[in-house]
């Protein structure tokens, strides 16, 4: 049973930096595409930045050269390290994981399978 938990939101100044972590386990596919996700009220689910397992990764331009996600294998987690928070990086985080996958960018794909979240409030 594949398991997604997410943690590290919070709150932080405009400008400040926070490390979202997502636990991940369950699966045996060794073809797939693990995520982060936000929302805010009233709007979609907007794809951040994407990680294939062979380790390309996709963002997108809101947050290029700003956030970084990355995977620890041994311990099968996922992190996004964001940085130069703005108040429009508000919102609650999601993890998610797909599979089996067949190459591209992992941001293009429809997950199946979501963390609970996590807030993420950017303030000044």
């Known amino acids: 049973q594949v398991h997604l938990v997410e943690s590290g939101g919070g709150s932080v100044q405009t400008g400040g930096s926070l490390k979202l972590s997502c636990s991940a386990s369950g699966w045996t596919y060794n073809n797939y595409c693990l995520a982060w996700f936000r929302q805010t009220p009233g709007m979609e689910r907007e794809g951040v930045a994407g990680f294939r397992v062979d380790g390309v990764t996709n963002y997108a331009e809101s947050v290029k050269g700003r956030f970084t996600i990355s995977k620890n294998d041994s311990d099968n987690i996922l992190y996004l390290e964001m940085s130069s928070l703005k108040a429009e990086d508000t919102a609650v985080y999601y993890c998610?994981?797909?599979?089996?996958?067949?190459?591209?960018?992992?941001?293009?794909?429809?997950?199946?399978?979501w963390g609970q979240g996590t807030q993420v409030t950017v303030s000044s």
């Open positions: 998610a994981l797909e599979f089996p996958i067949y190459g591209g960018s992992c941001l293009d794909y429809r997950y199946n399978y």
